[in-house]
C-alpha cells in the first residue's frame, strides 16, 4: 500500500480483506503460553510493510483525546494525560491527514473483521471456554479497536479487566526495540491471595498478546520510564455482546464516545 494512493472503495475493500486475512493468519501462528493463564504472544502481527507505514503515519499529539478508566488517576501533577487514545473507526479518524486517514482506516477495519474474530475466537477457546463454558464460540463479541498512546508517569497496577469484557489484546508498535523493558506484566494469584509477576511482554517490534478475559488474568504495567518518548500501541477489546442490555450499551458507548469526541474537537 503506497502511503501517497488514494484508494477507491474497492480498493480499500480489498485492502481491508488482505490484512485481515494476514492478522488472522497471525493469530493462527501465535505462541499460545499456559501460565500464570492462558494467553497468546505474537512474534510479528502486522506484514512488514505495513508495520513501517504504520510506524511513519502516526497521528499527532493533538489528534489524541484522554483515555479515561484506570488511566485517569495517573495524570501528572500538571493535568497532563499520561495515556490518550484514538479509536479506530471511521467517524473519529476522519479528520486525520489524508494519508493517515487511509492506513488507520484499513487498520481499523481489519481489526474488526470477522475473519481476525474468529481466529482470536478460536485460538483462545481454552480461556474462553472457562468463563463462558460449552456455548463459548456462540458468545457473541464486539471489537473496540484504540490507537493508544502512553507517555513516562503512565503505569496501571495490577487488575483484572471488567466482565463487560471478553478478550482483551494489544499490539506493540514501537519504532524500535530500545525499550523492550516496557511490556505488560502478567502475575500470579498464590494461596494467600499474593499476585506476583509470573512474566513480562517483550515491548518489541511488531509484536502482541492477547488473553480471554477471567478472574485469573490479572496484569499491569509499571512506569513508563524517561528514556522513552511515547509508549504506543493498539488496544483491540472484544466486549461480550449478547443480551439485550450489553448489545444496547455496546453500541450507545460507541455513539456516546462519538458525541464527546465532536464537542471537545470543536471547543
Same mark, same amino acid.
Given at each position: 500500500?503506497?502511503?501517497?494512493?488514494?484508494?477507491?472503495?474497492?480498493?480499500?475493500?480489498? !485492502?481491508?480483506?488482505?490484512?485481515?486475512?494476514?492478522?488472522?493468519?497471525? %493469530?493462527?501462528?501465535?505462541?499460545?503460553? &499456559?501460565?500464570?493463564?492462558?494467553? *497468546?504472544?505474537?512474534?510479528?502481527?502486522? #506484514?512488514?510493510?505495513?508495520?513501517?507505514?504504520?510506524? =511513519? *503515519?502516526?497521528?499527532?499529539?493533538?489528534?489524541?483525546?484522554?483515555? $479515561?478508566?484506570?488511566?485517569?488517576?495517573?495524570?501528572?501533577? +500538571? @493535568?497532563?494525560?499520561?495515556?490518550?487514545?484514538?479509536?479506530?473507526?471511521? &467517524?473519529?479518524?476522519?479528520?486525520?491527514?489524508?494519508?493517515?486517514?487511509?492506513?488507520?482506516?484499513?487498520?481499523?477495519?481489519?481489526?474488526?473483521?470477522?475473519?481476525?474474530?474468529?481466529?482470536?475466537?478460536?485460538?483462545?477457546?481454552?480461556? *474462553?471456554?472457562?468463563?463462558? @463454558?460449552? @456455548? $463459548?464460540?456462540?458468545?457473541?463479541?464486539?471489537?473496540?479497536?484504540?490507537?493508544?498512546?502512553?507517555?513516562?508517569?503512565?503505569?496501571?497496577?495490577?487488575?483484572? +479487566?471488567?466482565?463487560?469484557?471478553?478478550?482483551?489484546?494489544?499490539?506493540?508498535? #514501537?519504532?524500535?526495540?530500545?525499550?523492550?523493558?516496557?511490556?505488560?506484566?502478567?502475575?500470579?494469584?498464590?494461596? +494467600? @491471595?499474593?499476585?506476583?509477576?509470573?512474566?513480562?511482554?517483550?515491548? =518489541?517490534?511488531?509484536?502482541?498478546? =492477547?488473553? !480471554?478475559?477471567?478472574?485469573?488474568?490479572?496484569?499491569?504495567?509499571?512506569?513508563?520510564?524517561?528514556?522513552?518518548?511515547?509508549?504506543?500501541?493498539?488496544?483491540?477489546?472484544?466486549?461480550?455482546?449478547?443480551? !439485550? *442490555?450489553?448489545?444496547?450499551?455496546?453500541? =450507545?458507548?460507541?455513539?456516546?464516545?462519538?458525541?464527546?469526541?465532536? %464537542?471537545?474537537?470543536?471547543?
Amino acid at each position: 500500500m503506497d502511503q501517497s494512493t488514494q484508494f477507491a472503495p474497492h480498493d480499500r475493500k480489498r !485492502a481491508v480483506a488482505r490484512l485481515a486475512e494476514s492478522i488472522a493468519q497471525s %493469530i493462527d501462528a501465535a505462541r499460545a503460553v &499456559e501460565k500464570p493463564f492462558f494467553h *497468546l504472544e505474537f512474534d510479528r502481527v502486522f #506484514p512488514d510493510d505495513i508495520y513501517a507505514q504504520m510506524v =511513519a *503515519l502516526m497521528p499527532q499529539n493533538r489528534d489524541y483525546r484522554p483515555m $479515561h478508566g484506570r488511566s485517569k488517576g495517573h495524570d501528572l501533577e +500538571d @493535568g497532563t494525560h499520561t495515556r490518550v487514545k484514538i479509536d479506530l473507526f471511521p &467517524e473519529y479518524i476522519r479528520n486525520l491527514p489524508p494519508d493517515k486517514k487511509e492506513l488507520w482506516d484499513i487498520v481499523g477495519r481489519a481489526l474488526c473483521s470477522e475473519p481476525v474474530k474468529q481466529a482470536f475466537m478460536r485460538r483462545l477457546a481454552p480461556g *474462553l471456554k472457562k468463563r463462558f @463454558g460449552e @456455548g $463459548h464460540a456462540d458468545v457473541g463479541m464486539y471489537p473496540i479497536p484504540i490507537l493508544t498512546r502512553d507517555i513516562p508517569g503512565y503505569l496501571i497496577t495490577p487488575h483484572t +479487566d471488567t466482565s463487560w469484557k471478553g478478550i482483551t489484546v494489544q499490539l506493540y508498535l #514501537p519504532a524500535d526495540d530500545a525499550n523492550t523493558d516496557i511490556g505488560t506484566i502478567f502475575h500470579d494469584v498464590l494461596p +494467600d @491471595g499474593s499476585k506476583p509477576k509470573a512474566t513480562q511482554m517483550r515491548f =518489541a517490534r511488531n509484536t502482541g498478546y =492477547a488473553f !480471554a478475559v477471567g478472574d485469573d488474568t490479572w496484569h499491569s504495567a509499571d512506569p513508563v520510564h524517561n528514556r522513552v518518548k511515547t509508549r504506543d500501541s493498539i488496544l483491540l477489546t472484544y466486549f461480550v455482546d449478547q443480551g !439485550a *442490555l450489553r448489545v444496547l450499551r455496546n453500541r =450507545a458507548k460507541r455513539f456516546g464516545n462519538f458525541v464527546l469526541n465532536e %464537542i471537545r474537537s470543536r471547543i
